[in-house]
């Protein structure tokens, strides 16, 4: 009995040499697993990145020499009403291309609700926010989950190439003209004041 007794404290012993020794190797091995599983943890992560300011973008001056691209496709809202985007001309329109499983999305998209806060009641404003789930339900779920006032859409029709290549998330911003002054793939800050000026100067337009 007390070899029993001797040999469960040595391996005791031994597993907390074990976890001394290698603890912060173990530590940094579960950071990285739950960054690869969690996709809310990879957002939380690139959300830190973009609080440096590194991530954010601006409508560039010479966005008016940016090659005319084609803007007309259908979309639906979640009331099943189809419209197609040469409706929305004569406003400045915000695309962007999201899904809920998408941690660079999830990651942007609080920038996003603070600026669709800042224009929710702007008629010149219109925000369409195309969901790639493959379902209503699942961006929904998290519009919901996150308590996001964001409307949400579905793509009807294929989106031109130059609009949209399935890279998520895209974001674009089209002019009163139904021109495309902005342009940009991968996860932004879209509520820096820089930008919101920039949109506020597009509506003056």
């Known amino acids: 009995m007390t070899d029993n007794n001797n ?3 040595v391996n005791k012993k031994n597993k907390q040499h074990f976890v001394r020794k290698h603890g912060f190797s173990i530590l940094v091995g579960l950071i990285i697993v739950i960054l690869f599983v969690s996709p809310e943890a990879k957002s ?3 959300r830190q990145l973009m609080r440096t300011g590194l991530y954010n973008v601006g409508i560039e001056k010479d966005a008016a020499v940016l090659p005319q691209l084609e803007t007309a496709f259908d979309f639906e809202d979640e009331k099943g009403m189809i419209q197609n985007t040469a409706a929305l001309k004569g406003k400045v ?3 962007n291309f999201w899904a809920s499983w998408c941690p660079p999305c999830r990651a942007e998209f609080p ?3 603070t600026l669709y806060s800042k224009f929710k009641n702007n008629p010149n404003v219109f925000f369409l926010m195309l ?3 493959e379902d209503w339900a ?4 998290y519009l919901q989950k996150k308590n996001y006032i964001t409307p949400m859409f579905k793509i009807k ?3 031109p190439a130059a609009i949209y290549n399935g890279t998520l998330p895209t974001t674009l911003v089209v002019d009163k003209n139904g021109k495309v002054v902005f342009r940009h793939e991968g996860f932004a800050n879209y509520a820096s004041e820089e930008f919101i000026s920039q949109i506020e100067a597009l509506i003056k337009e």
């Open 111 to 113: 920038s996003i609700e």
């Open 138 to 141: 699942a961006g929904r779920e």
């Open 44 to 46: 939380w992560t690139i």
């Open 7 to 9: 040999g469960q404290a």
């Open 157 to 159: 029709s294929a989106a």
């Open 93 to 95: 329109v915000f695309i």
């Open 131 to 133: 969901n790639e789930d």
